[in-house]
């Protein structure tokens, strides 16, 4: 029986991530989500990106609520 090795997913820091021409589109974003010193898959980005991009806009006008 052969034995399947499964290849752990490579993680990348904040700066890395924020320098790489793959999302150099979602720069900004990815530099508001990303803590610096924390090391993320590519798929962990794939997934807070794509939840940023689908929230809703939470609109404050002088401190209330709208």
Request: proline share 3%.
């Amino acid at each position: 029986m052969a034995k399947t090795t499964e290849k752990p997913a490579s993680a990348y820091t904040r700066e890395q991530i924020c320098t790489s021409e793959r999302f150099r589109a979602d720069r900004d974003i990815l530099t508001a989500l990303l803590v610096p010193g924390q090391s993320y898959t590519l798929a962990e980005i794939e997934t807070k990106l794509r939840d940023f991009k689908q929230s809703k806009i939470k609109e404050k006008t002088n401190g209330g609520e709208r």
